[in-house]
């Protein structure tokens, strides 16, 4: 008998990183792959859905979290400290009686591009980031000396090959990464992780969570830069069902909040969350509470990690019937793929970004860091599908009179033929057919295609 294919899977410890890879790799196994996962003991409960659905051909191989190294940015002593399993992978591989044909591993994760040549396996990058911001990030790499070196130099040309991203001081391009505004010649620690981003550029493949319809002229401008075709966009990596476990638990029933929609009318509900990791500074919550309170319109907030006292008193019974607050993880899937939301305020964090598309709801865009100002600049200057609630900076705070017109406005009725919601309802619908019949299902298929040659 045939033994199936197997491959590798080591996403980046962090839920945004985590989640795709393994909603990738649920389509993986289902195409008859064997799966080991890289994974620690604090992240196995969201490996564990899966393993329930194939626990034949998806395999765990457990390491703790590396002890972190000590260094000043917190990314990069993050990702310097999983360099510490490459002799242990290396063992395992050598002990395993059919060991991995290629590692599929998280763009951070550039050394194992060095582990897989060790192992003489290929390496494919995965992406959980769109193709224009993970682009520019590699060639912000690529001439990170001399883009600080004359940062925010209107004059300053790089070599993207889309211009409507130079490097001006309204848009440091160093917001993508701030770790890159502190890069230091010569400093260990910073050499290795650049050499990690550039090795990306050489491995075999890159795997792209997006679809063609939303980045196809960034997809082919990454081929040429790789000088081959095997760049593969399978997105929008999302779940069928509600999706209501992924990632964490919700902190309140969902079904309260799905039946709290049913009785809304169509598109009438903002949906308001800044992803995993962003919390937002006092002034910018104070902002956004008095914005919702001016506001006429129906909405759930997700105020998680929020500082307590940022919601005042009295605020939750002054919205009561209208307004609903999730202090903690909310089912955003679910929330986002009901009938009754309509808009979406979002940091722009790249699934967010492509949940909120998929789900076809406008987009308010409030970028608070990393590559979510590209994403925003995608959404809102290119495709057109929402609107700016406040200026790309991390410590802007909008204006609550204006936010709430903007929030008021993003479901009203009269909204509805508006250019914008049209063409993220057309998006939406073309998200939907790549991945069930279109190119993000034809694109899986080629690359375990390749891999069985
Ligand atoms: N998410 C969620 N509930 C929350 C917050 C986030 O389900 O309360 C999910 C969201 O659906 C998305 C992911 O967590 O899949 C966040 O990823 P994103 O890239 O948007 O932002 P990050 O957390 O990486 O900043």
């Not at 929402?386 to 909204?415: F, H, I, Q, T, W």
């Amino acid at each position: 008998m045939r033994h199936s294919i197997h491959l590798l899977v080591y996403p980046f410890p962090s839920s945004g990183h985590i989640i795709p890879l393994l909603d990738l790799t649920d389509l993986l196994l289902r195409r008859g792959l064997t799966v080991t996962v890289v994974i620690s003991p604090t992240n196995l409960p969201l490996l564990d859905p899966l393993h329930s659905s194939h626990p034949s051909s998806l395999h765990k191989l457990l390491f703790d979290d590396p002890e972190i190294t000590p260094f000043p940015d917190p990314l990069i002593a993050k990702v310097i400290s999983t360099q510490k399993l490459f002799d242990p992978i290396v063992k395992w591989f050598r002990s395993h009686p059919s060991p991995p044909v290629a590692i599929v591993s998280d763009f951070f994760l550039g050394w194992t591009s060095e582990l897989a040549s060790h192992l003489g396996i290929q390496r494919i990058v995965f992406s959980p980031s769109g193709v224009l911001s993970s682009s520019i990030l590699q060639t912000l790499w690529q001439d990170v000396e001399e883009i600080n070196a004359d940062n925010g130099d209107k004059d300053q040309k790089f070599s993207f090959s889309f211009p409507e991203i130079p490097n001006t001081p309204e848009f440091p391009l160093w917001q993508l990464l701030p770790v890159s505004q502190n890069f230091k010649k010569g400093e260990p620690h910073y050499e290795s992780f650049r050499k990690g981003m550039l090795a990306n550029m050489r491995s075999w493949g890159i795997i792209y969570n997006t679809f063609e319809e939303l980045e196809g002229v960034y997809i082919d401008h990454m081929k040429k830069q790789m000088g081959h075709d095997r760049v593969w966009a399978v997105g929008p990596l999302l779940p069928d069902d509600h999706g209501t476990g992924r990632g964490g638990s919700s902190v309140v029933p969902p079904n309260d909040l799905l039946m709290w929609l049913d009785n809304k009318p169509d598109d009438s509900v903002v949906y308001i969350c800044f992803g995993s990791q962003t919390t937002l500074s006092e002034k910018q919550m104070g902002a956004l509470i008095g914005a919702l309170e001016l506001s006429n319109v129906n909405f759930i907030l997700c105020a998680k990690g929020s500082k307590s006292g940022s919601i005042p008193s009295g605020f939750e019974d002054r919205v009561s019937g209208r307004g609903l607050i999730v202090k903690g993880w909310a089912p955003q899937l679910a929330i986002l793929r009901h009938r009754a939301v309509g808009s979406f305020v979002s940091h722009c964090g790249w699934n967010s970004t492509l949940e909120g598309v998929a789900a076809g709801v406008m987009m308010l865009t409030w970028p608070q860091g990393a590559d979510q100002y590209v994403d925003a600049k995608l959404l809102i200057d290119e495709l057109g599908v929402g609107k700016r609630v406040c200026e790309d900076a991390p410590d802007s705070v909008p204006d609550s009179v204006e936010l709430a017109r903007l929030l008021d406005e993003s479901v009203s009725g009269s909204y509805m033929g508006e250019q914008r919601v049209v063409k993220v309802k057309k998006l939406s619908q073309a998200a939907s057919k790549a991945v069930k019949d279109g190119t993000s299902m034809r694109d899986v298929d080629t690359f375990v295609q390749l891999l069985s040659q």
